[in-house]
């Protein structure tokens, strides 16, 4: 009679274990692959963890000290010429939207007679 003995070895591989079962033939095999996984764990964690991040310089103190000074400029302006300039367009577009409405409210309130 033939007995084979098999056991189970857990494999920690991220995100999740697997289990192997390695038998008398097997175990040169499965720790090869035991050895890959764990290689390639180290170098996905070390590619992750080791990224060059660019270090930009905290310009929040900076910014809550313009935003909070009372200057008598309004707040949404405070931001510099791009705001002003956003401010303004939005105005001009604001304010000929209202004329362009009415004339045409106009045109259809008063149409042409015809003969």
Not at 43 to 65: A, F, Y
Not at 75 to 80: D, F, M, Q, S, T
Request: charged share 20%; glycine share 6%.
């Amino acid at each position: 009679m033939l007995t084979q003995v098999s056991e189970v070895v857990p494999v920690p591989a991220w995100p999740f274990s697997l289990l192997v079962l390695s038998c008398g033939g097997c175990r040169s095999v499965t720790a090869k692959m035991l050895r890959n996984l764990l290689a390639l764990r180290q170098i996905g964690q070390r590619t992750i963890s080791t990224t060059s991040r660019r270090h930009l310089k905290n310009k929040v103190p900076e910014k809550q000290k313009l935003f909070q000074e009372d200057d008598g400029i309004p707040l949404y302006l405070k931001g510099g010429i791009s705001d002003v300039l956003l401010y303004r367009a939005t105005m001009v577009l604001a304010v000929g939207g209202t004329a362009y409405a009415l004339y045409q409210l106009a045109v259809a309130a008063f149409p042409k007679k015809q003969e």
